[in-house]
Nanobody
Framework: QVQLHESGGDSVQSGGSLRLSCSAS????????IVWFRQRPGKEREGVAG???????AYATSVKGRFAISRDSGKNIVFLQLNGLLPDDTAVYSC???????????????????????????WGQGTQVTVSS
C-alpha cells in the first residue's frame, strides 16, 4: 500500500513561483516513477512531470523549462518547483504512483511524455494552485 500526500499549493500572481511537495509512504513508492498530474478547470487531467527512482526526469512540453521535479529519496519526498507561473497553470496538482519503475518508455507516446492517469494506482488528495494575472 502506498500513500501520497501533497502540500504547497497557494494563490500567486503571474510570474510567481511555488514549490509543491509529495510525501510518499510505503516501500514500493521508492522504486516507482512518481508523476505529478494537474487538472485545469474544464480540461482533462494531464501529466506534467515524472521522476524515476534513479532520478531521471521527464516533462510535458507545456511545462518544460518552467517546472522542475526532484526527489529526496532519503525522506521519500518528490518536489515540483513551479517557476514563471501563468494563469493557465491554475489547477489542482496531484502526485501519483503506478506499477512502472521507469517513466521512460512506459509513460511516453510518440516520443513525448504523456502518462495515462488510468494506469496509476495511488493518488494523493491534490493541492490547489491558483495564478492570477
Amino acid at each position: 500500500q502506498v500513500q501520497l500526500h501533497e502540500s504547497g499549493g497557494d494563490s500567486v500572481q503571474s510570474g510567481g513561483s511555488l514549490r509543491l511537495s509529495c510525501s510518499a509512504s510505503g516501500d514500493t513508492s521508492r522504486d516507482s516513477c512518481i508523476v505529478w498530474f494537474r487538472q485545469r478547470p474544464g480540461k482533462e487531467r494531464e501529466g506534467v512531470a515524472g521522476i524515476d527512482a534513479d532520478g531521471t526526469t521527464a516533462y510535458a512540453t507545456s511545462v518544460k523549462g518552467r517546472f522542475a521535479i526532484s526527489r529526496d529519496s532519503g525522506k521519500n519526498i518528490v518536489f515540483l518547483q513551479l517557476n514563471g507561473l501563468l494563469p493557465d497553470d491554475t489547477a489542482v496538482y496531484s502526485c501519483a504512483s503506478g506499477k512502472r519503475r521507469f517513466c521512460h518508455p512506459g509513460y511516453y507516446s510518440g516520443g513525448l511524455f504523456n502518462p495515462v492517469w488510468a494506469e496509476f494506482y495511488y493518488w494523493g488528495q491534490g493541492t490547489q494552485v491558483t495564478v492570477s494575472s
